[in-house]
């Protein structure tokens, strides 16, 4: 057992509710307590991973592993350098342009109140002349003739000193400067040395977890790594995009300091959702402040609307890879959360952290909650997501994504890559007795509705197209399991005869089970094109012809379980005696348990397929081989 190979001497993991509530709280109080050291660290890096591209790409033309790392951080910050001084440029220059702006801008305002405020007041003194106040707020002391009233005196306003030389001038701006120069240096040296020592620090967190774990681990970090990076240069050259093609949008449409605001646009974009709203309304209200009209605040935000949809909804889904990996409420979610911890550094570094910690829980079982919960794909697979709609009773959302399915492919491949494992789970269940017998018959009515649904008219309508749906390695499997038929010591000496009409009958021993799955195959083998019939072999069997010729081809029965082993083999015979020309078939699905052994099978029939889609190739390979029409 997995319990006997842990090491004696390791402590045991929490698993009690108070101990991981209070193992998160730890966690939660450690991040924020000590955010003026790890947001530093953790922004340093990101943005190593960022460059880490860079950096082997200067190793690899001769430069080394150092003088890499030294040269990328250098060019990167120069590029960063050069785009703040030309930001910084455009801000001065838009500050000295404010003050012509004024009065346009105060219009604005008092032309806003006239549409905005003035109705509100109007409604109030409305009111109060209508209805008045009950019981009155002020209650004043009658004053004598004589009385005179002495105002409170009002407090001074502190205004603060300017400085008054240019040492004090200095000392001022450096102590306004420290802040921001320090943090950017810290995060500077912090960047340089993960740079330096990258493989170092990937070998002490694989020393770190342990020898049992490298494997593990490395593909952790490897997958953190390059998930990082792609994400981050990704999104680095279509925020690049975006800045170039908004700033020339807004230069046609006459904004001042267009370069600025495209500039702007595209910083704001690495800050999920939230940046690309403040930018835009940021644009909007400089273009109603410069123009003495409207139409130039609708037509930048025209065209930052527009360009913000086409990136979202074309652009990124293509360069991304459809997505980041992350949930869109999960994105939401991480940038509160890591904005309420680091503040505006968290708030940046919020998608890069939660994909990274969604990456881990792929490979780290602590973690696996994190991945659920913030990552992409729910965690569940298409059989299980249809067998919880199923036990809910919902056959209009499964009809729904089944619809979806079908579209790209058959009810052959449907019912074996999601039905049937479904059906599989809720089985297991029901004889773990963790779903009772009412849960069950839910089940079977929600599949049959199901089914119902899509064999309606609009199944039929796109019959000719599923039948081309079948590939070129369907039609070989059919026709290898022909030709294995034919090769095998069977009941067949030659080429069966030519019939004028050959169905195919689907039987089974009338179990819940047996009949779901001899509706599914039916509806399966119709969906092709294919005459089937069902049958249920627990009523007496009679076989309803002349003897001449067999009205069914094909014969399948479902596979037995162990328990109705000895009623499946009669049930056989029976087939075998009333269809003596016919092929019997039978179908062993992979999922499921407690069947009957292949060996005590497999001499009672012709042939034992493997999933539907075999079953239907291999009645298709039958009618294109001219033995039936």
């Known amino acids: 057992m997995a319990h006997n190979r842990t090491l004696p001497h390791s402590p045991p993991i929490p698993g009690s509710r108070p101990a991981r509530i209070i193992a998160m709280a730890c966690v939660l109080g450690m991040l924020y307590l000590g955010r003026v050291v790890l947001a530093p660290l953790a922004l340093a890096a990101i943005l190593s991973l960022v460059i880490a591209p860079l950096k082997r790409k200067l190793a690899r033309i001769g430069l080394g592993h150092a003088a890499g790392a030294l040269v990328s951080v250098v060019i990167v910050g120069a590029c960063l350098a050069a785009i703040a001084t030309v930001l910084a440029s455009q801000l001065v220059t838009v500050a000295a342009d404010l003050p012509q702006y004024r009065e346009a801008v105060r219009s604005k305002l008092s032309h806003a109140r006239q549409l905005t405020v003035a109705p509100l007041e109007q409604l109030e003194s409305v009111l109060r002349t209508v209805v008045p106040p009950a019981h009155p707020t002020v209650t004043s002391k009658p004053r004598g003739r004589g009385d005179r009233v002495v105002p409170d005196p009002a407090p001074a306003p502190v205004q603060a000193r300017a400085p008054t030389s240019a ?87 006459g904004v001042p300091h267009a370069a600025l605001w495209g500039a702007l646009g595209g910083l704001a974009r ?44 074309l652009v990124e889904p293509r360069v991304y890879g459809q997505s980041s990996g992350l949930a869109p409420l999960g994105v939401i979610v991480s940038a509160l959360f890591w904005g309420a911890l680091w503040g505006p550094v968290g708030l940046l570094l919020s998608t890069p952290l939660t994909l990274c910690l969604v990456v881990a829980g792929r490979h780290v079982r602590a973690l696996q909650p994190i991945s659920i919960l913030f990552g992409e794909a729910p965690g569940l697979t298409a059989g299980l997501r249809l067998y919880q709609r199923a036990l809910s009773g919902e056959p209009g959302e499964i009809a729904a994504a089944a619809r979806v399915y079908l579209r790209r492919s058959n009810f052959a491949r449907y019912c074996d890559q999601i039905l049937l494992p479904g059906l599989a789970l809720a089985a297991a269940d029901f004889r773990a007795d963790r779903i009772g017998s009412e849960q069950q018959d839910r089940i079977r009515l929600t599949i049959a509705a199901v089914a119902d649904s899509l064999s309606g008219a609009e199944r039929e309508e796109g019959a000719s197209r599923k039948r081309r749906s079948t590939s070129l390695l369907e039609a070989n499997v059919g026709a290898h399991l022909r030709l294995q038929r034919d090769q095998g010591v069977g009941r067949w000496q030659g080429a069966p005869p030519l019939r004028a009409a050959q169905a195919v009958l689907c039987a089974g021993l009338g179990s819940t089970r047996d009949e779901v799955q001899t509706k599914l195959l039916v509806q399966a083998l119709r969906d092709e094109g294919i005459q089937a019939a069902s049958l249920s072999l627990e009523r007496s069997l009679d076989a309803p012809h002349d003897g001449k010729a067999d009205p069914f081809a094909t014969v399948f029965l479902i596979y037995p379980l162990q328990e109705s082993l000895d009623a499946w083999q009669s049930a056989a015979a029976d087939v075998r005696s009333a269809f003596p020309k016919a092929m019997l078939l039978t179908i062993k699905l992979p999922l499921e348990e407690a069947v009957a052994d292949e060996a005590d099978v497999q001499e009672h029939v012709d042939l034992v397929v493997r999933s539907f889609s075999e079953a239907v190739a291999f009645e298709l390979a039958g009618r294109l081989d001219g033995r039936s029409p």
Do not use: K
């Not at 000392?171 to 500077?188: C, D, E, K, N, S």
């Not at 967190?205 to 490897?222: D, F, P």
């Not at 403040?278 to 930048?300: C, E, K, N, Q, T």
């Open 167 to 253: 040492t004090e001038a200095v000392t001022w701006l450096f102590a306004f400067m420290w802040g921001p120069v320090g943090q950017a240096g810290i995060v500077l040296v912090l960047l340089v040395f993960i740079l330096l020592e990258h493989e170092g620090l990937r070998d002490r967190m694989i020393s770190l977890a342990g020898e049992a774990e490298a494997g593990r681990t490395m593909r952790a970090v490897e997958d953190a790594a390059q998930g990082v990076s792609r994400f981050f240069v990704s999104q680095f050259v279509v925020n690049l995009t975006f800045a170039l093609v908004l700033g020339c949008a807004l230069w046609i449409v």
């Open 270 to 313: 690495f800050v999920p959702y939230v940046g690309a709203l403040a930018a835009g309304a940021a644009i909007a209200a400089f273009a109603a402040a410069v123009d003495p009209g409207w139409s130039l605040m609708f037509w930048s935000a025209g065209l930052f609307l527009a360009l913000e949809a086409l990136v979202v909804h």
